[in-house]
């Protein structure tokens, strides 16, 4: 067999764990408003194949995705997985019947959403769990404490490798911290949403992984003119540039943007290689600091 290219932004060593920094997030598998089946079943698991044959090995999934849907896609898609792959989930939210996201984050929700994980996804450990706060307008202030104890446990018992913490402040992050070691927080971020930006340096100089997720905008793409701008002069598109630019941004952020097209996966590896010089950078900071609004959809 023949050794792949390198993907761009190289690899993250994630508690033990190598993981490539350009990753995949399997959320957008799942039906509209992530419920129910993929209208393209057989789309969806040739994305998953691609993921692997690509030698992408983060791939970010969670048991409320359909619910269930992703991760038995990634099963029928990926298992048995290759060593080298890490797949990633997230606990502390269930669906409704309208489709929303209510929390679910006591003791028993949690170790029946690890249990739930494990089984739908063919696995006697998980490598990496998030507990995932807040709703879906983002992070929400509140303890953290007995959820986070409770997956500490659930580490313990060699159910979890790795905990992670999604949807979070900075104080509940710094709140998980010293209840039991954090391997990655995901937040959403992207070159218009830069809330995070402190967040991100702290970590990165303690070299725990930070995720953004709705790198590309998530369910609206990320709109404006010094994005269109560095995009045209670069001869690139809109999501190369902001892949690029989240792969400079920090050496600890960890990609995981979504498609539901081969061909848009394969796109995003090779955009994310785009070498960006300072003044597009600068140009890209504008962005989310100060000066021109940006939209990105919820
Ligand atoms: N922790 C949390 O609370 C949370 C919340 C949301 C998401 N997540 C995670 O973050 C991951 C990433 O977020 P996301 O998938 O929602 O949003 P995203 O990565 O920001 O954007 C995905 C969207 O971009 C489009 N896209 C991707 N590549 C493209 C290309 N080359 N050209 C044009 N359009 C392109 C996709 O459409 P196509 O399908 O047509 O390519 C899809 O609609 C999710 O998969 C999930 O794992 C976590």
């Known amino acids: 067999m023949s050794a792949r290219p390198t993907l761009p932004g190289g690899t993250w060593d994630l508690a033990g764990l190598t993981v490539t920094r350009f990753g995949y997030g399997a959320m957008q598998l799942a039906g509209p408003g992530v419920m129910g089946p993929p209208a393209d079943r057989d789309g969806a698991l040739a ?52 489709g929303g996201w209510p929390p679910a984050r006591r003791p028993d929700d949690l170790r029946r959403a690890v249990d739930e994980n494990l089984e739908t996804l063919g696995l006697d450990v998980l490598d990496l769990v998030y507990l995932r706060l807040g709703d879906a307008s983002g992070p929400r202030p509140g303890s953290v404490t007995e959820a986070f104890e409770t997956l500490a446990r659930l580490q313990e018992e060699g159910l979890v490798r790795h905990l992670g913490i ?30 995070d ?19 590309l905008g998530g369910f609206t793409p990320l709109q404006s003119a010094a994005l269109s701008e560095v995009a045209a002069r670069r001869s690139a598109t809109p999501v190369a540039v902001a892949l690029a630019w989240l792969l400079r941004r920090s050496p600890n952020i960890l990609l995981i943007p979504g498609t539901s097209s081969v061909a ?35």
């Open 47 to 98: 994305v998953l194949r691609e993921v692997a044959e690509l030698g992408i090995t983060h791939l970010d999934t969670s048991g409320a995705y359909g619910p269930r849907v992703t991760n038995q896609l990634v099963r029928e898609a990926l298992h048995p997985y290759p060593d080298t792959l890490h797949v990633a989930t997230k606990v502390g939210a269930v669906r409704d019947e309208h």
């Open 197 to 215: 930006d402190d967040l991100i340096d702290t970590l990165a100089e303690e070299g725990v992984a930070y995720v953004p997720y709705f790198p």
């Open 264 to 298: 848009h996966l394969r796109e995003n590896v090779t955009g994310a290689g785009l070498a960006l010089s300072d003044d597009d950078v600068a140009a890209l900071d504008r962005i989310g600091r100060r000066g021109e609004p940006a939209r990105t959809g919820r």
């Open 166 to 195: 999604s949807n979070a402040t900075a104080e509940q992050v710094a709140q998980a911290r010293r209840i039991a070691p954090v391997a990655a927080v995901q937040n959403m971020y992207n070159l218009a949403h830069r809330e």
